[in-house]
């Protein structure tokens, strides 16, 4: 069971650009309410207090622009010249983070596929105890994502004077309202977090998360600065989709000194079926103890998938050393840096894919599906940036960033102009963002998209450009492609997850253009897009209305 509710805030409201986002309310402490028994979840509290919070909520903003769905209230505040409308669905029962489920993953999993057309973005409200093993589950069970998800909480409940949770929360909309991060990721203390990277390493402090091997994807101060060159990218012409199937046989086993073969052997009989292993320093264990090495053996010969991940919350594991390669040798997998809760996620993820056989969950265990582990490359260096910061003169690594950060976005856009795919490989091979985008918020793949450039348009979404991008007008490639009448393009797009965002009143105007040009050509093209050909203008008249009055 879910309730929804929703918010605003505005300023100029016409002439704002807007956004719309989702929050997920799970639980956790930032909703919670004071009682004689202690702090408590309180139904409805969370969704009604927040019409309180001039920050969060503007009451004057026309609310008969947006209609939620399922009866939902929206809430809205403006900032940064967008006006942030978003929804609160409450979860029924709320419950406290120790109490979280693998069903309930599968709920949040499904409900962002429900209404993943309908928002932009998406928060979930959770408290912190598991909040970085369900951001990491998430970031598994949630597929070819082209849109934010941000998980934030607060340690504090958020209706107290020294709260957290109110700029936690605040910020999460920020970024999940005006930026397109495709990840699944966790925003805490001014820091937005790869989901599968974190770890809770502080229950008294509001710095309550760190990721030890990654850094964060942003930080929020004055600026919100964004590591675009760090976001994950799926890097496939698929939509969006879930998997809900997550196995339940798995486990963490922790070594320590004086740990027994008996204890290993206990541990790993059925229905275990996969086991997170955290070893000592880069990936050791006892090597004098054959009849340990022995229980590891017989586990990974009848099947049991066995991952071996550090101790430590830095580093990586590395089998150079001799007791190390022991595990290796009897069928445990390297973990690389994974945290505990992606390894354990991800493991239970593989485990739940029965279109998937033994020896590809084992392949895919040791594989970066989601940026949850670190990938050893050798760095490629840029000649052509180098040449250019010698002619220059620049000589520090931050003037060479700026170079690079200048140079690539014009240089990207007129390859993608002109469909130069040869151009486009040169420079996301030397490090240039494919999302990155010119004066006007035009991405590559906008640039491609309205001149029809096909195999530029299928280069740029194989190296993870997004298609939900909008430029200075609110436009998404996806619109660019249908205003030129790209066919192909639009087929593409919509392959790749690409879906209209914009309003009826939008969509009518462009319809009733292509009706005076009688181009039927274009108007069938909006059809296979998904416009629905007798929606209603806001003088109530449809496509046909025009139709008829130009036959008169």
């Given at each position: 069971m879910s309730r929804l509710y929703a918010h605003h805030n505005s300023s100029s409201l016409s002439e704002q650009a807007e956004s719309k986002v989702l929050i997920l309310y799970t639980g956790g402490t930032i909703g919670m309410k004071k009682t004689e028994r202690g702090y408590e979840p309180y139904p409805n509290y969370l969704a009604n207090s927040l019409k309180s919070l001039p920050m969060l909520h503007d009451p004057n903003y026309d609310q008969e622009l947006f209609s939620p769905p399922d009866n939902l209230e929206s809430l809205i505040f403006s900032i940064y010249g967008c006006r942030v409308i978003y929804c609160v669905m409450e979860y029924e029962p709320l419950m406290d983070s120790s109490d979280m489920s693998m069903d309930v993953w599968a709920k949040i999993a499904m409900d962002i596929r429900k209404y993943y057309e309908i928002f932009d973005g998406f928060v979930i409200l959770h408290g912190t105890d598991t909040m970085a093993y369900t951001s990491s589950a998430l970031s598994f069970m949630l597929e070819d994502l082209g849109k934010s998800i941000i998980l934030t909480g607060a340690q504090v409940p958020i209706y107290e004077q020294r709260s957290d949770g109110r700029e936690n929360l605040l910020g999460a909309l920020i970024i999940a309202g005006h930026y397109v991060i495709p990840e699944v990721t966790l925003y805490f203390d001014h820091k937005l977090y790869r989901g599968n990277r974190v770890i809770k390493d502080n229950n008294r402090e509001f710095n309550a998360f760190q990721s030890p091997n990654f850094a964060p994807l942003a930080n929020v101060g004055i600026d919100i600065e964004v590591q675009w060159s760090s976001i994950f990218r799926s890097g496939k012409l698929q939509k969006f989709h879930i998997y809900t199937s997550m196995s339940s046989n798995v486990g963490i086993l922790r070594l320590f000194p004086g740990i027994t073969a008996e204890t290993i052997r206990t541990f790993l009989l059925p229905p275990m079926e996969g086991v997170i292993l955290l070893s000592y320093g880069s990936g050791n264990a006892p090597s004098r103890f054959p009849n340990i090495i022995n229980e590891f053996r017989k586990a990974c010969d009848r099947g049991v998938l066995i991952l071996n991940i550090s101790q430590c919350c830095r580093g990586f594991v590395d089998d150079s050393y001799m007791v190390g390669k022991i595990l290796t040798n009897v069928g445990i997998i390297p973990g690389a840096d994974m945290t505990p809760e992606a390894a354990l996620t991800k493991m239970s993820y593989l485990l739940g894919r029965d279109d998937l056989d033994l020896a590809t969950k084992r392949r895919m265990l040791k594989e970066n599906l989601r940026g949850e582990l670190t990938v050893r490359l050798s760095w490629k260096e840029s000649e052509f940036i180098n040449s250019v910061a010698q002619a220059l003169k620049a000589t520090s690594i931050k003037e060479i960033d700026t170079i690079q950060s200048m140079l690539f976005p014009v240089l990207l856009c007129s390859a993608a102009a002109v469909g130069n795919v040869s151009s486009l490989k040169t420079l996301t091979e030397q490090g240039a963002n494919v999302n990155s985008c010119d004066y006007d918020g035009r991405t590559p793949l906008h640039l491609a998209s309205y001149e029809g450039h096909v195999e530029a348009v299928r280069f740029l979404l194989e190296k993870g450009a997004s298609v939900?991008?909008?430029?200075?007008?609110?436009?998404?490639?996806?619109?660019?492609?249908?205003?030129?009448?790209?066919?192909?393009?639009?087929?593409?797009?919509?392959?790749?997850?690409?879906?209209?965002h914009i309003g009826g009143e939008e969509i009518t105007f462009y319809l009733n253009n292509l009706i005076e040009e009688n181009n039927v050509k274009s108007l069938k093209l909006w059809e296979e897009a998904g416009v629905d050909l007798n929606l209603k203008g806001s003088d109530f008249r449809t496509p046909l209305h025009t139709v008829c009055h130009f036959l008169d």
């Amino acid at each position: 069971m879910s309730r929804l509710y929703a918010h605003h805030n505005s300023s100029s409201l016409s002439e704002q650009a807007e956004s719309k986002v989702l929050i997920l309310y799970t639980g956790g402490t930032i909703g919670m309410k004071k009682t004689e028994r202690g702090y408590e979840p309180y139904p409805n509290y969370l969704a009604n207090s927040l019409k309180s919070l001039p920050m969060l909520h503007d009451p004057n903003y026309d609310q008969e622009l947006f209609s939620p769905p399922d009866n939902l209230e929206s809430l809205i505040f403006s900032i940064y010249g967008c006006r942030v409308i978003y929804c609160v669905m409450e979860y029924e029962p709320l419950m406290d983070s120790s109490d979280m489920s693998m069903d309930v993953w599968a709920k949040i999993a499904m409900d962002i596929r429900k209404y993943y057309e309908i928002f932009d973005g998406f928060v979930i409200l959770h408290g912190t105890d598991t909040m970085a093993y369900t951001s990491s589950a998430l970031s598994f069970m949630l597929e070819d994502l082209g849109k934010s998800i941000i998980l934030t909480g607060a340690q504090v409940p958020i209706y107290e004077q020294r709260s957290d949770g109110r700029e936690n929360l605040l910020g999460a909309l920020i970024i999940a309202g005006h930026y397109v991060i495709p990840e699944v990721t966790l925003y805490f203390d001014h820091k937005l977090y790869r989901g599968n990277r974190v770890i809770k390493d502080n229950n008294r402090e509001f710095n309550a998360f760190q990721s030890p091997n990654f850094a964060p994807l942003a930080n929020v101060g004055i600026d919100i600065e964004v590591q675009w060159s760090s976001i994950f990218r799926s890097g496939k012409l698929q939509k969006f989709h879930i998997y809900t199937s997550m196995s339940s046989n798995v486990g963490i086993l922790r070594l320590f000194p004086g740990i027994t073969a008996e204890t290993i052997r206990t541990f790993l009989l059925p229905p275990m079926e996969g086991v997170i292993l955290l070893s000592y320093g880069s990936g050791n264990a006892p090597s004098r103890f054959p009849n340990i090495i022995n229980e590891f053996r017989k586990a990974c010969d009848r099947g049991v998938l066995i991952l071996n991940i550090s101790q430590c919350c830095r580093g990586f594991v590395d089998d150079s050393y001799m007791v190390g390669k022991i595990l290796t040798n009897v069928g445990i997998i390297p973990g690389a840096d994974m945290t505990p809760e992606a390894a354990l996620t991800k493991m239970s993820y593989l485990l739940g894919r029965d279109d998937l056989d033994l020896a590809t969950k084992r392949r895919m265990l040791k594989e970066n599906l989601r940026g949850e582990l670190t990938v050893r490359l050798s760095w490629k260096e840029s000649e052509f940036i180098n040449s250019v910061a010698q002619a220059l003169k620049a000589t520090s690594i931050k003037e060479i960033d700026t170079i690079q950060s200048m140079l690539f976005p014009v240089l990207l856009c007129s390859a993608a102009a002109v469909g130069n795919v040869s151009s486009l490989k040169t420079l996301t091979e030397q490090g240039a963002n494919v999302n990155s985008c010119d004066y006007d918020g035009r991405t590559p793949l906008h640039l491609a998209s309205y001149e029809g450039h096909v195999e530029a348009v299928r280069f740029l979404l194989e190296k993870g450009a997004s298609v939900f991008s909008r430029d200075r007008l609110h436009r998404t490639p996806y619109i660019d492609a249908l205003l030129n009448s790209q066919a192909e393009v639009v087929k593409i797009l919509k392959i790749s997850g690409a879906h209209l965002h914009i309003g009826g009143e939008e969509i009518t105007f462009y319809l009733n253009n292509l009706i005076e040009e009688n181009n039927v050509k274009s108007l069938k093209l909006w059809e296979e897009a998904g416009v629905d050909l007798n929606l209603k203008g806001s003088d109530f008249r449809t496509p046909l209305h025009t139709v008829c009055h130009f036959l008169d």
